[in-house]
């Protein structure tokens, strides 16, 4: 039930990619019936609620507390599987009963590390503690061996692909998989290092903490560490191409997609360790967004709100940079990112019911700036007439959005002249941020 309900919930919001599937035909019954039902099968007394199935249930309703927008719900799942693993032992793989087939040992191990990273993603956008932390973790990561050669697998495995028309997993799939969860162990440390950093963690309190850690790296060589590895991935995993309708090769674009989004996060919380000024910003923010501008929007899709949640940490991102000390030149360069991001926002959304529209906000906030920056350039140059007119609507044809971008602005003698935008132009802003330390490293951005 709480598979259904995940998998409604994303047919619902356009994840569909493959003819083969009629989102029509998967719209009754709601989500919202297969989560119901779900949650009713959770014992109110957990001792009750003993084996695997309890605890994949619970997880998945977390994940489909994300899909729907539903926070609370995700965090109140969240917590009872790991309160459902603290009782199974989970974390440990010497405290599994000793009697557990090849296959149950696959679950468990695909499980733990699988809501690990949902955990170290979850204290990132929306704050919170890491509960389970790798340095106290013995769980091995999943078999990289087709299931077909797991023993007691082939049976399910061929249940598998007789539903997919036949086409079993490609044998790499899972090396992708485990790739991931590299990156969110890398992402739990880079975690520790901006909470460290924090004002709020510093304040009256011992530094305990540098008793046990070296001068953490700096962010670049930390990066360039991460792209070596990434530069050892077979293939097909370095590269997105266009979904095929065929499972057994998109399964591995998916994957390629999800890797793809996750380096972005690790750089942009990487970056949050730092403080580049503008240009560093839009540094990391234009990388971010030229990943994604490459990856096929039907992957995006299926990757669903979590991605929105990475993007809210680009606007976090511009936002502070809007927020500082700006140039005639960096301001440009900021406004064509915040451009180009409301298109890859328009892309995502339009098949989102939770849709927060912030890619319309964002042009909105655009225009008013854009309207602030002709009056000030009349204002000091009135003699000279102003070139800058960029386009204040929101449209649907992406040149005509950005046709505007290189227009120049007059009004500055020296393009490096540093001007401060006023705090009530950004007051509509669709990702809130302020100068106080937020509770995760990007303050929550689609929560309404």
């Not at 084996?51 to 994300?66: D, P, V």
């Amino acid at each position: 039930m709480a598979m259904c309900a995940l998998a409604s919930a994303r047919a619902r919001d356009g994840a569909l990619y493959s003819k083969r599937w009629c989102p029509s035909q998967l719209a009754n019954p709601p989500s919202e019936v297969f989560c119901a039902a779900a949650k009713e099968s959770i014992p109110r007394d957990l001792a009750a609620a003993k084996g695997t199935e309890y605890l994949r249930t619970c997880a998945i309703l977390s994940i489909a507390g994300i899909q729907n927008g539903q926070i609370q719900d995700m965090q109140q799942y969240a917590g009872i599987y790991h309160t459902l693993s603290a009782m199974e032992g989970l974390h440990d793989e010497k405290l599994w009963p000793k009697d557990l087939s090849p296959v149950e040992v696959e679950v468990r191990r695909r499980m733990f590390w699988s809501i690990y990273t949902l955990d170290v993603y979850s204290s990132i956008v929306w704050g919170g503690v890491i509960r389970y932390r790798e340095a106290q973790s013995n769980v091995q990561y999943p078999s990289e061996e087709d299931d077909d050669f797991i023993p007691n697998m082939s049976s399910l495995q061929r249940d598998l692909n007789d539903a997919y028309g036949g086409k079993g997993q490609p044998s790499q799939w899972m090396r992708g998989w485990n790739f991931t969860t590299d990156l969110y162990r890398i992402l739990e440390h880079a975690v520790d290092c901006q909470r460290w950093r924090s004002p709020s963690n510093t304040d009256g309190k011992t530094g305990i903490w540098s008793l046990f850690r070296p001068a953490p790296m700096a962010a670049a060589s930390v990066m360039d560490h991460v792209l070596s590895m990434y530069s050892s991935l077979p293939a097909q995993f370095r590269e997105t191409p266009p979904v095929t309708g065929d499972p057994a090769q998109d399964i591995v674009g998916f994957q390629s997609a999800n890797i793809q989004a996750t380096l972005q996060l690790l750089r942009m919380v990487l970056f949050a360790n730092e403080d580049p000024g503008a240009d560093g910003k839009c540094d990391v923010a234009g990388q971010v967004l030229s990943v994604f501008s490459k990856v096929p929007v039907e992957y995006l899709k299926a990757i669903s709100s979590p991605l929105l949640h990475h993007l809210g940490g680009i606007g976090y991102i511009l936002g502070s940079a809007m927020e500082g000390s700006l140039s005639e030149r960096s301001y440009r360069r900021v406004r064509t990112l915040l451009l180009e991001m409301a298109q890859l926002l328009h892309r995502l959304e339009s098949g989102l019911r939770r849709s927060t529209g912030a890619s319309e906000r964002l042009k909105a906030q655009v225009g008013r700036i854009d309207e602030y920056m002709r009056m000030q350039a009349s204002s000091t140059m009135s003699t000279r007439r102003s070139s800058f007119n960029p386009d204040h609507m929101p449209s649907e044809d992406h040149q005509d959005s950005m046709a505007s971008i290189h227009a120049p602005l007059t009004g500055f003698e020296d393009p490096l002249t540093q001007f401060q935008l006023p705090p009530e132009l950004l007051d509509d802003w669709p990702w809130s941020f302020d100068t106080s330390p937020p509770e995760g490293v990007f303050p929550m951005p689609f929560i309404k």
